[in-house]
């Protein structure tokens, strides 16, 4: 492309985006001018050159003090070529000062642990770890970020935050749509690599981390990654019972009828790769002992939706025994990170008349009714915490080899085992009778949504 071409492309994204707020053409028409648009290859040092070229004249027209951010939305496969050639070219140097030269990096960070130490090492041969921005865009949903200030300024919830009081807690993230004509990436992917091993585990730690001493970057991050590396690992004489696995067959969604996942493009007939998977976590530590986090992730289920739910001990039926009421439920506190961001608390209540009778009420609180529209996205939060250094809510490279050590010995035993009865459950549905049986075990049973 030509750069008039390049900026024809990012006018016609910005006219068809949801996301962007800002509609002005004086604004769109300035950011056109500052977009510049350089051919290349990735492998070709000569194309770095180039860049380095072109960097230097825009540094000396806008003053920019030399900095520069590398947002790397690329194959993972081309991370460590790019970083070679951009320090070849001079362009990842070390900070010197309050210059800095810095890079992002976006997901899956590796497919599986031994490709994630690859990664990190080609990274960290040319870059320091104060210079890798390793995002997830998860962590810049502000209900998300919500999760430590409902924790941590509430003096209400954190005495109650442990084993003691939290009967099990449910993560889902659910989608309603199937793989969107990305075959080929997806047969690579598959939903553990997709979400359960990011965004989930991202969850999970923010529910379950300690209190850091400050919100720094190295002692948020420090808590967070402890979370994980505490979480039992799943031997894979224990996947069947800790763990399932599913793929969509045809069904309806909305009203329509939808393929299944065997039947969309660029998917082999054959087939095992998940489309839905549940996990039973348990995080051995003081404060968690015990406690089981259940974690499931689909597409083609009912709904978009992502929550987060701890279900809370039932109290004791004792003062009830000589009255209508046969069973107390738990109360349940749940984060909803999409679509509609909110916090229910479920608690019963008294039915009126002359008996005793209770029924379930929620107390709904929602962002959009409190606060009206977020103000960026989680995207736009994020790179300017890059621009501004500061690394709290990027993952680091620990952490992302800790995900992977937890979930490789899973992908493993289930690639090894091809037994499978794909596809097991109707797109539309909830996901395969074994994910119900996984909780049923243990007496629970998941939200019903």
């Not at 320091?128 to 865009?137: K, L, P």
């Amino acid at each position: 492309m030509t750069e008039d071409d390049f900026r024809g492309r990012l006018k016609s994204a910005v006219a068809g985006s949801s996301d962007v707020r800002v509609h002005d053409d004086a604004v769109l028409g300035r950011l056109a001018a500052r977009t510049h648009y350089v051919r290349g290859d990735f492998h070709d040092a000569a194309a770095y050159g180039a860049l380095k070229s072109k960097l230097a004249g825009l540094d000396a027209q806008y003053s920019t003090g030399g900095n520069l951010i590398f947002y790397v939305a690329t194959p993972a496969s081309l991370f460590g070529d790019i970083v070679e050639k951009l320090h070849g070219a001079d362009l990842a140097k070390a900070s010197e000062g309050e210059r800095f030269d810095r890079i992002i990096v976006e997901k899956p960070f590796g497919r599986d642990l031994a490709s994630a130490r690859t990664l990190n090492q080609e990274l960290l041969r040319y870059l320091s770890e104060e210079q890798v921005y390793r995002i997830d865009h998860y962590l810049g949903k502000e209900t998300v970020q919500n999760i430590l200030v409902l924790r941590f300024a509430n003096g209400i919830f954190e005495p109650i935050w442990n084993r003691r009081y939290v009967d099990h807690v449910q993560i889902l993230v659910a989608e309603s749509l199937g793989i969107e004509g990305r075959g080929n990436f997806y047969e690579e992917t598959g939903v553990v690599r997709d979400i359960i091993q990011n965004h989930a585990l991202q969850l999970l730690s923010l529910v379950a981390m300690e209190p850091p001493t400050t919100f720094d970057a190295r002692e948020f991050r420090d808590e967070k990654i402890r979370v994980i590396e505490a979480i039992r690992p799943i031997a894979p004489a224990d996947v069947r019972a800790a763990c399932v696995r599913g793929q969509y067959g045809p069904g309806f969604i909305d009203g329509q009828n939808v393929v299944g996942y065997r039947d969309e493009p660029n998917v082999a007939r054959d087939s095992i790769t998940p489309t839905y998977a549940a996990f039973r976590f348990f995080v051995d530590n003081w404060r968690w002992a015990d406690v089981p986090f259940y974690v499931r992730s689909g597409k083609r289920l009912p709904k978009r939706l992502t929550e987060i739910a701890i279900q809370f001990k039932r109290a004791p039926h004792l003062p009830f025994r000589k009255t209508d009421v046969d069973e107390l439920s738990g109360n349940v506190l749940a984060l909803r990170i999409q679509p509609n961001e909110g916090i229910t608390l479920k608690f019963g209540a008294k039915v009126p008349g002359p008996s005793m009778r209770i029924r379930d009420v929620s107390m709904d609180f929602g962002y959009g009714a409190t606060f009206g529209r977020e103000d960026a996205s989680p995207y736009e939060r994020l790179i300017l915490d890059c621009m501004k250094g500061d690394q709290t809510l990027f993952d680091r490279a620990d952490g992302v080899e800790a995900a992977w050590a937890l979930i490789d010995p899973v992908l493993s035993t289930w690639q090894a085992d091809r037994d499978v009865d794909f596809p097991d459950y109707a797109s539309g549905s909830w996901g395969p009778a074994q994910a119900d049986e996984l909780i049923g075990r243990d007496g629970r049973s998941w939200r019903r949504l």
